[in-house]
């Protein structure tokens, strides 16, 4: 069956790569992924992972976002202020020039100045929950697990706000290389033990202002005493630092607004769990936001609106 | 000139191993010092280490605290109960029968039950910084900066409670292995910026009861805005992290006892530095404090009453 194709979304961050290719109504028709990330490009470097990823797509114009926009990026994009939607951040694309194939756009990531902090990437799927579920424009909190979690707050359809955490970088650095990770086979499988996952979360909530950082050698205690099995450590650190996430959030009042979360399925039900404990309603789970963000993102700045209609043949949707 | 000697103490870590000879009053007539902590120990185990760094010195009785007494160590030696003082530890102490060139005693670690805890060696030291500085036995709180620092509290003479605090590991981690280190030279010789650390300890004080955890991905972003040096970051971790162990230690009201430091010297100032940001008269630093410790563990032990002098030509003093 022959479709039209209108726009190819580059989801490009440091460890992988995703392209999607979309009709002339956004809708996806192809969706590709590879290692790629930007710091894992093949030879040739952003135009031969480029080429090779929309290989046998229609030339379409381009809108990428992440860490492609970064410095050490395809073409710095300098990040935005807040608060920013989603007009906002297409008016900050800059177009790739050194890109002959193709229209380039990147989006910017956005900034908060004091205290400082950055997201890539991010603010774009938050684009693209917003454009999938507009109820959450008015008043909502969006959580993106991962390496680095963003927390981010949405008022009036523009981010107002957001933080970081480290979290998934530190369970991997305890895991593989502290004290605590000692003697747990990493390599083995284990199926995810909600209860001691909930232990940790409940012992930072426990902790009150103390935190995390006075709980972790704790980790170590109760193994020695026999209170804490070796298989059970990972879910129990990992509960500890979700927990953490959510006791710093409890300080900046947003309890009352609805959470949304973006991320993997497995990690997503991690914070479905820790949410419940500390007292806020059953998030919601939005699939496939960064689609949908480079899509708004080119429509709100108007790559759409002379773009040429190519024929395809949709050989791998 | 020929000397006596009475004791041999041990102060045998996961990283290290100090020997002290002692002449009949306590005062330390050689000192010797090795890596062979317990997981670096050299070929023949044990007894090997043990023989090599006593060569030449008399058979005398020994007494030795720290990791030594752990599972992974020569003789498990369990655990004491809090309040523990002087006399608790010298009861607690088993004799290790597979030593069959020395009588070798090893002091027990303290553990606290809820939330678990634990240390080795530590209250060895605490115990011989009371004996130098009696002052302290009434009120005080010991810190004992390292890999896993711990705050002791002493009331009436006794241990009464401890935190430990992973923060020179948590430190080696995120400089070696994380996305803050990276680029980062870390054997390049830096002197300590006092301005660029109290800056870190600053920041995680501001950041009240959210703490370091919430604070760690901004050094990322200030780097990324130029507001942060490349050459400053690491004493500017070094802050936030040893600023949380004051941040947490304000939360419980430890304030009004006089502060102790037991450590390195250049990890002591900067202690200092973060304790006057906090509030803390200056704290008060005391070396020597193992050497002191084990001698008065196994004066408490009854291990001097009938032990020989030896006579101890004094060659490596």
Chains 1, 2 share one sequence.
Not at 270 to 293: L, M
Request: hydrophobic fraction near 45%; aromatic fraction near 8%.
């Amino acid at each position: 069956m022959s479709q039209h194709a209108q726009l190819i979304g580059l989801d490009w961050g440091t460890s992988s790569l995703r392209a999607y290719l979309y009709d002339g109504d956004g809708k996806v028709i192809a969706s590709r992924q590879h290692a790629w990330g930007i710091r894992h490009l093949p030879e040739g470097g952003f135009p031969s992972a480029l080429r090779a990823i929309t290989s046998g797509w229609p030339p379409c114009t381009i809108v990428a976002a992440g860490m492609v926009g970064s410095r050490q990026g395809w073409r710095e994009v300098p990040y935005l202020d807040l608060p920013a939607d989603a007009a906002a951040i297409a008016h900050g694309m800059l177009r790739v020039e050194a890109c002959t194939s193709h229209a380039l756009w990147i989006a910017p990531g956005l900034h908060r100045k004091e205290p400082a902090d950055v997201m890539r990437g991010e603010e774009t799927q938050i684009v693209g929950a917003l454009t999938l579920r507009p109820e959450y424009q008015a008043d909502a909190c969006f959580v993106l697990p991962g390496t680095h979690s963003k927390w981010a707050t949405v008022n009036g359809g523009r981010i107002v706000a957001f933080d970081t955490v480290m979290t998934g970088e530190l369970y991997a650095l305890l895991m593989k290389h502290s004290i605590l990770g000692a003697g747990i086979d990493l390599a083995r499988e284990r199926s995810f033990c909600e209860e001691t996952f909930a232990r940790g979360v409940r012992a930072v909530k426990d902790s009150g202002a103390s935190g995390v950082f006075g709980c972790l050698f704790s980790v170590r205690a109760l193994m020695l005493a026999g209170q804490l099995a070796a298989d059970d450590l990972p879910d129990f650190v990992s509960g500890l630092l979700i927990g953490e996430e959510f006791r710093i959030a409890s300080l900046r009042q947003i309890q009352a607004a609805p959470l949304c979360l973006i991320g993997e399925p497995a990690l997503c039900q991690r914070y479905i769990v820790a949410a419940a404990i500390f007292g806020h309603a059953p998030p919601t789970v939005i699939d496939d936001a960064a689609a949908q963000g480079l899509w708004r993102i080119a429509s709100a700045g108007g790559l759409l609106e002379h773009a040429t209609l190519h024929s395809y043949a949709g050989a791998d949707t």
